[in-house]
């Protein structure tokens, strides 16, 4: 399903992130601020939509909203098993983006009906990102801990994630268990590739030298065994801010435009780096 519900019209005039080198790729802790932000929810909406290919490519089965059980995956994908720093601002970071359009889409829906929204497939942003927050802090990492402290959960309210994290985490083990990948043993790989588009420069470059997408993949392949390849594609869309899963060519289709729009929506000038 397509990733944003409600498409703005209004793109960066000014992309203000210079691409690299073909081939280079920068450590990942070299990423901050807006770049930081944007890699972050450009990384939450690929694995949304891969977690759409999975449910379609291993045939799991789903009880309620696909949407919603794409975004646990997608967070679950995301959270560090280990800790990492950079990797949880990450994730922290696709959460922020869904208070801020969540902020947008109530400023919106004070203009017009709520009615469309009502019948939209997706739960309302608040609710994705306090779903994925909840499964960051249900965690049960030292990180997690210390978050939940930050903005003020009371302990009942963290015990709810961790049991929502626990939940979602065995589920998901439960259902990908017959396709684990062993040691030496082939399965589908996952290739990315960016289009070389001169409007998007900048947001291939960023993509590209960040190298998130790249290692979640990595990870994700290295455990489960897919019965075909996929592909992730960055494309321009004509203007149109959207990422979806295309079952027909086993491929996740993601618009540069959607990437420009995080560049857009970045709310805050995070200047930390990484530890990783
Ligand atoms: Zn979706």
């Given at each position: 399903?397509?990733?944003v519900?409600?498409?703005?019209?209004?793109?960066?005039?000014?992309?203000?992130?210079?691409?690299?080198?073909?081939?280079?790729?920068?450590?990942?802790?070299?990423t901050?601020?807006?770049?930081?932000?944007?890699v972050?929810?450009?990384?939450?909406?690929?694995?949304?939509?891969?977690?759409?290919?999975?449910?379609?490519?291993?045939?799991?089965?789903?009880l309620?909203?696909?949407?919603?059980?794409?975004?646990?995956?997608?967070a679950?994908l995301?959270?560090?098993?280990?800790?990492?720093?950079?990797?949880?601002?990450?994730?922290?970071?696709?959460?922020?983006?869904?208070?801020t359009?969540?902020?947008?889409?109530?400023?919106?829906?004070?203009?017009?009906?709520?009615?469309?929204?009502?019948?939209?497939?997706?739960?309302?942003d608040?609710?994705?990102?306090?779903?994925?927050?909840?499964l960051?802090?249900?965690?049960d990492t030292?990180?997690g801990?210390?978050?939940?402290?930050?903005?003020?959960?009371?302990e009942?309210?963290?015990?709810?994630?961790?049991t929502a994290?626990?939940?979602?985490?065995?589920?998901?083990?439960?259902?990908?268990?017959?396709?684990?990948?062993?040691?030496?043993?082939?399965?589908?790989?996952?290739?990315v590739?960016y289009?070389?588009?001169?409007?998007?420069?900048?947001?291939?470059?960023?993509?590209r030298?960040?190298?998130?997408?790249?290692?979640?993949?990595?990870d994700?392949?290295?455990?489960?065994?897919?019965?075909n390849?996929?592909?992730?594609?960055?494309?321009?869309?004509?203007?149109g801010?959207n990422?979806?899963?295309?079952?027909?060519?086993?491929?996740?289709?993601?618009?540069?435009?959607?990437?420009?729009?995080?560049?857009?929506?970045?709310?805050?000038?995070?200047?930390?780096?990484?530890e990783?």
């Open positions: 399903m397509p990733f519900a409600v498409l703005l019209a209004v793109l960066l005039a000014t992309p203000a992130l210079a691409a690299g080198p073909e081939d280079e790729v920068a450590p990942l802790q070299e901050t601020g807006a770049g930081l932000f944007t972050g929810n450009t990384l939450f909406a690929v694995l949304h939509e891969l977690a759409h290919g999975l449910i379609a490519e291993l045939d799991l089965p789903i309620g909203n696909e949407e919603t059980a794409a975004d646990s995956i997608a679950l995301m959270i560090p098993s280990e800790p990492n720093p950079f990797r949880r601002r990450l994730i922290l970071a696709a959460t922020r983006g869904w208070a359009s969540a902020d947008i889409a109530d400023d919106a829906d004070a203009q017009k009906s709520g009615a469309s929204e009502f019948w939209d497939i997706h739960v309302r608040i609710d994705r990102y306090r779903a994925t927050l909840c960051l802090v249900g965690s030292r990180a801990r210390a978050l939940a402290a930050r903005i003020g959960m009371n009942s309210d963290v015990d709810l994630c961790r994290y626990a939940n979602a985490d065995e589920a998901f083990e439960r259902l990908t268990a017959p396709f684990r990948r062993r040691k030496g043993a082939g399965g589908g790989r996952i290739e590739v289009d070389d588009d001169p409007a998007f420069q900048a947001e291939r470059g960023l993509m030298r960040a190298g998130s997408v790249r290692r979640a993949i990595a994700l392949t290295a455990r489960i065994a897919l019965p390849d996929l592909t992730v594609h960055f494309t321009a869309c004509d203007g801010i990422a979806w899963w295309d079952p027909d060519t086993r491929t996740v289709e993601v618009c540069y435009e959607l990437v420009a729009y995080y560049e857009d929506l970045a709310p805050f000038d995070e200047t930390a780096g990484g990783e």
